[in-house]
């Protein structure tokens, strides 16, 4: 528990920000929610720019002064024009090349972007970064160039010779890491993969988050607990408190899928669900005129069930959502009502789902601004775990 005098200088030390691979913003907001101001928004796409523009000169959104918004290939900025400025880098490097989805290519995907976030890291030598992937980068197939990424995040400064191959400079990472010799910019990683569900997010999204503190910091760091579980979640149905909770009635009532483990429940909160995410939202389609009310909410038709797409039950976490590379955006990306019917989930559900707020407008078409919701970072676990870097960079420069 923080008293006092160790929240104090949490509250008013400054301390900037720079998110690449910006996308809609979910990262950014998340870590200037957790104190972070944020000084430059990179990301080349022009809808996803258009978003960032709308909400991050927004005084409802933002409580900081308007950050830069370039809209521009990463590859053409010089990060070095920041050092020393910036303490905190974050962002979400282009997954497709590790994605389920996509076709797995990896380091021979000209998609890859991790070699320019690691230019970034060497260039404005900030002292804690974090960047987010899909869970796919952890595949077994993938195994060699997950190590090799998480070393070039450790030396940053140990660059690849132009007539090097990446597994050659893999060899090279690692005899510096068992050298002990860190005489050169270095960081302390730490990688974990996180279910969103378990720190509230009403989704279950799995991505892998690579966390670094600077060494010379001296920084003891972990991530934060989870602090909720589907075990809660199940006990609070049998018990039928979830159900009298959201009004639900007897005849929607589904049967707790598994038994719940007792031990497990003794500090842990129930999953949040689809149906919870979704109070007070008309739904659009039964209720048009209702939607108009809130941004972004408009019915979406053409919604079908198929194999290996069956929506999202209301009483559950939404399933994860997607980014549609390969066609309608997320055949996942429906709702299923307690009859089997589905419907597409607007884009204000998706918001929700994602943990934006109400206020927050996505722009392009329903397609578009669902491609942006699949590519993001959910808001308040982006800010849980960037409060907590937060945290352990305040106290260290206050020791």
Known sequence: MWDVCTLLPILILAMKSIEIFAGAGGLGMGAHRAGFEPVLMLEWDRWCCSTLRHNFSNSITLKTPQPTIIEDDVCNIDFALY????????????????????????????????????RAIEQVKPKAFMFENVKGLTRASFSSYYEYIKLRLEYPSLSRNSDESWIDHLSRLEEQKTSGNHSDLHYNVVARVINAANYGVPQKRERIFFVGFRSDLGIDWHFPEEEYSKDALEWTKATGEYWELMKVPFSERSPATHKPVSGSLLFKKPWITVRQALEGLPDAEQDPKGATEFLNHQFQPGARSYAGHTGSPLDEPAKTLKAGVHGVPGGENMLRRPDGSVRY??????????????????????SEAMRQLGNAVPVSLAEKIARNIREALTISASA
């Open 83 to 118: 050092e020393g400025q910036v303490d905190f880098v974050s962002g979400g490097p282009p997954c497709q090349p590790f994605s389920l989805g996509g076709k797995h290519r990896a380091y021979a995907d000209t998609r890859d972007m991790f070699p320019q976030a690691i």
């Open 345 to 366: 989930f607007s884009v204000r559900e998706s918001a929700r789902l994602q943990t934006f707020p109400d206020n927050f407008c996505f722009h392009g078409a329903w």
